[in-house]
């Protein structure tokens, strides 16, 4: 550790001199130019071994965001995290589940084989003993014509469904097939008609199913703690999977077999989603047991200048954590995906502390052109690669008031390894945010594209979605598959990190991956414009009339 100390004051002084090449800006339409160089000294100092990966729960973690607040402070952003000072405990657990205790019965007869009872981060410890309804896939959808519920009783009793979405429902709708899709959404949906149990049949027999359990289902995760009010719905008790040879007994004597349901619902000519009572009555028992621990969201204020917009706050974030040491597959869900017995250290340059240095440095720029109308607010999150969690409690348990959080912008992972001439803004098209991300990058002769990874549900799975489920319109950005260079064209700038440098040690400085400074600066600057005009707007933003999302959250 004592060499520790050396390293963190030179970087802290190279992150804060300024760039000796920034020229000054154009007196006809002003457009940042943010330092390459100081991009580089965060990224530099973030994905250092020092950090260690910067899992959630490690020191590593800890020591990065002492070095964000730090920065902060030296920057002039006023801390705005609990108690006057720049953190906010998100309070965490390592789960796993209790395989001793946790038992399923069907009809009395205790399943030895063929189940996997999930924990329970909320309730660590339940059982419920109830009648099984089959409910379809558990899907409530109406505005796209189909509800697994409708007209169906579930009160008191244990729903039965099907993995995945039905065909055609969400053809060509990616972020809604995604959020149907997700096992929170369905659980949430059973308990909010009453269910108190339920149970997934999944594609596998016995023996797949136990080889899940092994590599997944008994490692410990990390969740929310119950006393944050987490998405996932206490009132479902217990939830299981159940493999297919389960399954096919549990529609035993029922009107229709596993098979028959299956045929009905991939009938081409006219698929029919059947729902019925099972003639059976399962007792489902879990414990789950439970390590506390917290991490903290790194949070600060630039106070806006008008005064009645100041109340208004926009909120810029970016992940901190990344996932640590592949040797350690340390507090749950993220994993180093390939091996390298010399080097263990995931040290995530590019997811995200390339994030973070750009949300550093559109603060500066903001401090250096002047306070905006609105007020905006940083936040470094915690624990993103286990589940958005960091995100998640902040949302739901903001420093601010509720009511304050106008929009986010979100920053995760921008693929700064090659000139980009695009840029995704996932969330654009929910939003009059849209309409802002295009004429900021328009400044700098980039073009905001479509999604071109709908099958991958992006705009589901970073921070910013945390925020649009407590009703905030949110972009997520990120760069996209376009080049002047042909080398990097057709996807093959993005997708080659993804397939060559993503969760693995190799996404690191100094070594074969080549991380583009200069192309972080210019993120920041689109990042920055867009900031600037949500602060500076007359008006506060406003989720589109036809937006799923707004119209499920925002209204």
């Given at each position: 550790?004592?060499?520790?100390?050396?390293?963190?004051?030179g970087?802290?002084?190279?992150?804060?001199?300024?760039?000796t090449q920034?020229?000054?800006?154009?007196?006809?339409?002003?457009?940042?130019?943010?330092?390459?160089?100081?991009i580089?000294?965060?990224?530099?100092?973030?994905?250092?071994?020092?950090?260690?990966?910067?899992?959630?729960?490690s020191?590593?973690?800890?020591?990065?965001?002492?070095?964000?607040?730090?920065?902060?402070?030296?920057?002039?952003?006023?801390?705005?995290?609990?108690?006057?000072?720049?953190?906010?405990?998100?309070?965490?657990?390592?789960?796993?589940?209790?395989?001793?205790?946790?038992t399923?019965?069907?009809?009395?007869?205790?399943?030895?084989?063929?189940?996997?009872?999930?924990t329970?981060?909320?309730?660590?410890?339940?059982?419920v003993?109830?009648?099984l309804?089959?409910?379809?896939?558990?899907?409530?959808?109406?505005?796209?014509?189909?509800?697994?519920?409708?007209?169906?009783?579930v009160?008191?009793?244990?729903?039965?469904?099907?993995?995945?979405?039905?065909?055609?429902?969400?053809?060509?709708?990616?972020?809604?097939?995604?959020?149907?899709?997700?096992g929170?959404?369905?659980?949430?949906?059973?308990?909010?008609n009453?269910?108190?149990?339920?149970?997934?049949?999944?594609?596998?027999?016995?023996?797949?199913?136990?080889?899940?359990?092994?590599?997944?289902?008994?490692?410990?995760v990390?969740?929310?703690?119950?006393?944050?009010?987490?998405?996932?719905h206490?009132?479902?008790?217990?939830?299981?999977?159940?493999?297919?040879?389960?399954?096919?007994?549990?529609?035993?004597g029922?009107e229709?077999?596993?098979e028959?349901?299956?045929a009905?619902?991939?009938?081409?000519?006219?698929?029919l989603?059947?729902?019925?009572?099972?003639?059976?009555?399962?007792?489902?028992?879990?414990?789950?047991?439970?390590?506390?621990?917290?991490?903290?969201?790194?949070?600060?204020?630039?106070?806006?200048?008008d005064?009645?917009?100041?109340?208004?706050?926009v909120v810029?974030?970016?992940?901190?954590?990344?996932?640590g040491?592949?040797?350690?597959?340390?507090?749950?869900?993220?994993?180093?995906?390939?091996?390298?017995?010399?080097?263990?250290?995931?040290?995530?340059?590019?997811?995200?502390?390339?994030?973070?240095?750009?949300?550093?440095?559109?603060?500066?720029?903001?401090?250096e052109?002047?306070?905006?109308?609105?007020?905006?607010?940083?936040?470094?999150?915690?624990?993103?690669?286990?589940g958005?969690?960091?995100?998640?409690?902040?949302?739901?348990?903001?420093?601010?008031?509720?009511?304050?959080?106008?929009?986010?912008?979100?920053?995760?992972m921008?693929?700064?390894v090659?000139?980009?001439?695009?840029?995704?803004?996932?969330?654009?098209?929910?939003?009059?945010?849209?309409?802002?991300?295009?004429?900021?990058?328009?400044?700098?002769?980039?073009?905001?594209?479509?999604?071109?990874?709908?099958?991958?549900?992006?705009?589901?799975?970073?921070?910013?979605?945390?925020?649009?489920?407590?009703?905030?319109?949110?972009?997520?950005?990120?760069?996209?598959?376009?080049?002047?260079?042909?080398?990097?064209?057709?996807?093959?700038?993005?997708?080659?990190?993804?397939?060559?440098?993503?969760?693995?040690?190799?996404?690191?400085?100094?070594?074969?991956?080549?991380?583009?400074f200069?192309?972080?600066?210019?993120?920041?600057n689109?990042?920055?414009?867009?900031?600037?005009?949500?602060?500076?707007?007359?008006?506060?933003?406003?989720?589109?009339?036809?937006?799923?999302?707004?119209?499920?959250?925002?209204?």
């Open positions: 550790m004592k060499y520790l100390i050396p390293a963190l004051a970087l802290v002084l190279s992150a804060c001199m300024p760039d920034t020229s000054e800006p154009e007196a006809v339409a002003f457009t940042p130019n943010v330092s390459a160089t100081n580089e000294a965060h990224i530099r100092f973030l994905a250092s071994d020092y950090m260690a990966g910067r899992d959630a729960g020191d590593g973690y800890e020591i990065a965001a002492n070095y964000v607040a730090s920065q902060m402070r030296l920057l002039g952003v006023e801390p705005a995290g609990d108690n006057g000072s720049y953190f906010a405990d998100v309070p965490l657990q390592e789960v796993r589940a209790d395989s001793d205790f946790n399923f019965e069907l009809n009395g007869e205790l399943q030895e084989a063929g189940v996997a009872i999930s329970n981060p909320i309730l660590l410890e339940s059982e003993t109830a009648e309804v089959f409910a379809g896939y558990g899907i409530s959808a109406p505005t796209r014509g189909h509800d697994d519920y409708a007209d169906l009783d009160d008191g009793k244990i729903v039965v469904i099907m993995q995945g979405v039905p065909a055609g429902v969400f053809d060509g709708i990616s972020e809604e097939r995604a959020h149907h899709n997700s929170a959404t369905k659980r949430n949906v059973a308990a909010a009453g269910a108190v149990g339920m149970i997934t049949i999944t594609s596998w027999d016995d023996q797949r199913l136990a080889g899940m359990v092994d590599q997944f289902i008994n490692r410990p990390v969740r929310l703690t119950s006393a944050t009010g987490a998405s996932s206490s009132d479902i008790q217990v939830s299981a999977s159940v493999s297919t040879d389960l399954a096919e007994r549990l529609f035993d029922a229709m077999s596993l028959e349901v299956r009905s619902i991939a009938d081409e000519e006219a698929p989603v059947p729902r019925f009572d099972l003639p059976h009555t399962v007792t489902m028992r879990q414990r789950t047991l439970s390590d506390p621990f917290s991490d903290p969201n790194v949070v600060g204020m630039i106070e806006g200048s005064p009645e917009l100041r109340e208004e706050v810029l974030t970016a992940h901190l954590d990344h996932i040491i592949i040797s350690n597959f340390m507090r749950g869900s993220g994993q180093c995906r390939s091996g390298d017995e010399e080097d263990g250290i995931c040290n995530g340059a590019v997811d995200n502390a390339s994030g973070i240095a750009i949300m550093l440095e559109t603060a500066r720029t903001f401090l052109e002047g306070a905006p109308r609105r007020s905006v607010l940083f936040v470094a999150l915690a624990a993103e690669e286990k958005l969690l960091g995100s998640e409690h902040f949302a739901r348990n903001p420093t601010i008031a509720h009511e304050r959080m106008v929009a986010n912008v979100n920053l995760d921008p693929v700064i090659y000139e980009f001439s695009d840029v995704v803004a996932f969330g654009s098209n929910h939003s009059n945010l849209g309409p802002i991300a295009s004429r900021a990058a328009a400044q700098l002769d980039i073009m905001v594209s479509e999604d071109p990874l709908p099958e991958q549900s992006l705009f589901v799975r970073s921070d910013h979605y945390s925020f649009v489920r407590e009703g905030v319109p949110s972009l997520f950005l990120m760069t996209g598959f376009s080049s002047p260079d042909p080398r990097w064209n057709e996807g093959e700038g993005f997708m080659g990190f993804l397939n060559t440098y993503y969760h693995r040690q190799s996404d690191q400085l100094d070594g074969e991956l080549e991380v583009l200069d192309q972080g600066a210019k993120f920041a689109i990042n920055y414009m867009i900031a600037r005009e949500i602060a500076d707007a007359d008006e506060r933003p406003a989720w589109n009339e036809d937006s799923f999302f707004g119209n499920l959250y925002g209204r």
